[in-house]
């Protein structure tokens, strides 16, 4: 009796055992899982480990090898990170507009070199001034300033046309916001249009002369034959006999003032005529020779010096004749600037594949708002009567259609400088 009531003691015991041992590994089992869900590991199935594989368990190898597995996720990731954003920096460095990124405050947290290339002015040290002071040199932000319009409103604003470093620029912002959508700065990006405005303007202006060639060619046709007759009629008045001074005198304005028309009539004529250059081979010393003997009277009057270093170039097509008269109207204005004793120095040299003739004098130069609007037909600064501001408008003309180009050199401070290129074909 006393042994049944041990056995039975012993089972209890064993029965209990066994519960608190499975209540164990249930434990264990539960925690290796948790385990491996925080590692990124599948949990365990109930079927892969039977208990006693899980007390021989070893959980740190178990933890070792995940940690393994999620420094190589890990360095992977960064791998793809690295790529991601070298690809973005290169296209952030190779962009062809200029992009910067400006806080709240609106310094600078980065920009790209076209940024630099374009908008910097003698600063190196970029990174946390404030843009207004690298790019537009002032203390304090402008008046107008889209990156403060944008940090206000949130919203993207453009800037048509903005002139800086002499150059022409549109500029965007838009607003750089978080992960909260919160406005943390915005992203600035400036294009340089210049060359499309130039190409623009070039365009408007060849229409512009078109119309002005049709309507110059028709006025200059209708005027041509009465201020004929009115010279012809004046002069038959001089030649009667008897003729008060007064009369005579009178007569005289009469004819002058209608030679002047004439002349401009000329103008206007050669202007819209646009004949086609006759090309031969010519040398463009003798074309520059024959222009200033048509100026002689001129240079010797105003007591000009002419410095002349154009031998020895080769020779062109051109058409001497046409090439003669862009001379002619250029060194008429140098001379006209220059007043009495002036110096004119014209100077022929190969550059590139380019024959340059460099006309160039000591007048007062061209005002800098003038400089963009010589060549437009009928600019002029000159007084009524003396000038047509036809000249130079005529010479581009015929340089362009020789296939050439006229370009006043900016650079000077005073004097001008007018520089004709020729395409050297070889
Ligand atoms: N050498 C020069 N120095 C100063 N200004 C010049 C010179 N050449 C041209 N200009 C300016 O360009 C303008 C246009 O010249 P042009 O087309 O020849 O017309 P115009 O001589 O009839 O005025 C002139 O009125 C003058 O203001
Ligand atoms: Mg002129």
Known sequence: MRSRS???ERDNEKK????RNRLLLNYIK???????RVMGTKPLREDELSDDDLINFDPIGIIAESFEQ???NLRESNRKLQTARDHLQAIFDTAGVGISIVDRDLRIITCNEKQKELL???VTDIDGRHCYEVYCGIDSPPLICPAIETLETGRSVLLKEVTKKGRTFQIATSPLKNNQGEITGVIEVSMDITEKKLAEEARRQSEKLIAVGQLAAGIAHELNNPLGNIIGYAKLILKENNLPPSVKERVNVIIEQAKRG????KGLLEFSHQKFPQLRMSSIDSCIESALHSLEDMIEKNKIKIIKNTDNLPHLMLDPQQISQVVHNIVLNAIQATGKNGIIKITGYVKDRFLEVAIEDNGPGIPEEFRHRIFEPFFTTKPVGKGTGLGLSI???????????IKLQSKKESGATFILSFPLRN
Request: charged share 40%; proline share 0%; glycine share 6%.
């Open 70 to 72: 999620v420094l190589e």
């Open 16 to 19: 209990s055992l066994e519960k």
């Open 262 to 265: 004439n002349e401009i009539i």
């Open 395 to 405: 010479c581009l003309e015929i340089m362009k259609k020789h296939g050439g180009d």
């Open 30 to 36: 539960e925690k290796v899982n948790q385990l491996l």
């Open 6 to 8: 041990k056995k039975t």
């Open 120 to 122: 910097v002015r003698d």
